[in-house]
């Protein structure tokens, strides 16, 4: 081996290791701040923007979600064209909520010709966003990204009341606090969750969850699906409120498919 090949090498490793070393510190930071802020207390909703000067935007935002929807133009939309795909089924205890998420190719909306692929789907009890005042159960977000990086999250109200069989596989194998379930042998099809008719809200919002970030596209469904006290329940012993308070609107407009 030749002294600029010995050299070479060397400097490759300490490369790695340097990529190894920002990788991990990347790693500690995420987990830092996963564990930053809660629903309550000292680091509840409302010491968010204080928390981490990454997180300003929730409390300086102007666009932030959820929002209490009262009133909503009536629009001629276009239809949310929902085309997910069959994939494995693994949930994840984020600290925060239970999440699945989801493999490449798994599928995805379209919407106005401007396709987002289905990255990860979450539940919040009870729901974030209101309807005229109300909350809703529980509500499932459901997080797309498009080519450019932009998100559209499809938000799926859930009242109480029949089981709901899309959700009991999810449900029956919650994991421990921070780790996942791979749940062997299930595949999960989000085409059972939507409901029959698929009309929506809409408007211009962010994240729910630091660091709040904004010009995030949101479709509310307008009819829920459900999920029976037991499995409310079963939500509920890990997490029994984990939702933002709804935010203003200020000059946002609200839109409405008709149906």
Not at 50 to 63: E, H, K, L, V
Not at 193 to 220: M, Q
Request: with cysteine; hydrophobic share 40%.
């Amino acid at each position: 081996m030749n002294s600029m090949t010995s050299r070479s090498r060397s400097a490759g490793v300490i490369a790695a290791a340097c990529v190894a070393t920002v990788a991990l510190s990347a790693a500690t930071v995420a987990q830092e701040h996963a564990a930053h802020w809660s629903y309550s207390g000292a680091h509840g909703p409302e010491h968010w923007g204080a928390d981490d000067p990454a997180f300003a935007t929730c409390s300086n935002g102007t666009r932030q979600s959820p929002i209490d929807i009262e009133t909503a133009a009536v629009t001629a939309l276009p239809a949310i064209d929902f085309a997910y795909k069959a994939f494995p089924l693994t949930v994840t205890d984020t600290h925060h909520t239970f999440q699945v998420n989801v493999p490449q190719g798994s599928g995805g909306i379209t919407v106005g010709g401007e396709h987002y692929d289905l990255v990860q789907f979450h539940f919040h009890r009870p729901s974030e966003e209101r309807l005229h005042g109300k909350h809703s159960a529980m509500v499932a977000h459901l997080v797309h990204k498009n080519g450019k990086g932009e998100l559209a999250v499809v938000a799926v109200l859930i009242h109480e009341g029949a089981a709901n069989a899309f959700l009991k596989p999810i449900f029956d194998n919650f994991p421990a606090e921070g780790t996942e379930s791979k749940v062997a042998g299930t595949d999960s099809d989000l085409m059972q969750l939507l409901p029959a008719k698929r009309g929506y809200y809409t408007f211009e919002g962010s994240l729910t969850t630091p660091p709040c970030s904004e010009h995030v596209h949101w479709f509310v469904l307008k009819q829920a699906v459900q999920a029976s006290a037991a499995q409310v329940g079963q939500f509920a012993t890990r997490y029994p409120h984990n939702a933002r308070p709804t935010q203003p609107l200020n000059a946002r407009n609200v839109e409405q498919t008709p149906d």
